[in-house]
C-alpha cells in the first residue's frame, strides 16, 4: 500500500520561492513506468493539473506554472519535489500529490497543502 504525504507550503510574499515535497511510502519509482503529478485547488475552484509526467521522461507544465515551477522526482526514489519560482497571489491553492503505481495501477492522493501568496 501506498501512502502520500506533502509537506513545506506556507505564507510567502510574492516573488519569492518555496518547495513543495512528496513522500510516497511504500513504492520505489520505476523509470518509464511510474507517474508522479502535483495538482492545485484554489477556493471555489476545480482541481487542476499544474505538473507531471512519468518518471525519467520530460514532464508537463500547465501554461500558468511554465518556466516557474519545475517537478524532481528521481528514478529509484520516492520523493516528488515540486520548486516553484516567482509566485504570485495567483498560485494560492491547496497542492496535491498524485502518484500512480504500474504495481497495482492504481492513484495515490496526498492529503494537500495549502500554498498562499500575499503580501
Known amino acids: 500500500q501506498v501512502r502520500v504525504v506533502e509537506s513545506g507550503g506556507g505564507l510567502v510574499q510574492p516573488g519569492e520561492s518555496l518547495t513543495l515535497t512528496c513522500v510516497a511510502s511504500?513504492?520505489?519509482?520505476?523509470?518509464?513506468?511510474?507517474?508522479v503529478a502535483w495538482y492545485r485547488q484554489a477556493p471555489g475552484e476545480q482541481r487542476e493539473l499544474v505538473t507531471g509526467?512519468?518518471?525519467?521522461?520530460?514532464?508537463w507544465y500547465a501554461n500558468s506554472v511554465k518556466g516557474r515551477f519545475s517537478i524532481d522526482a528521481d528514478i529509484g526514489g520516492n520523493t516528488v519535489l515540486l520548486k516553484m519560482n516567482n509566485l504570485t497571489p495567483e498560485d494560492t491553492a491547496v497542492y496535491y500529490c498524485?502518484?500512480?503505481?504500474?504495481?497495482?495501477?492504481?492513484?495515490?492522493w496526498g492529503q494537500g497543502t495549502q500554498v498562499t501568496v500575499s503580501s
Open positions: 498524485k502518484v500512480w503505481d504500474h504495481t497495482d495501477d492504481r492513484d495515490y
Open positions: 511504500g513504492i520505489v519509482f520505476a523509470g518509464n513506468r511510474d507517474r
Open positions: 509526467g512519468t518518471v525519467g521522461n520530460r514532464p
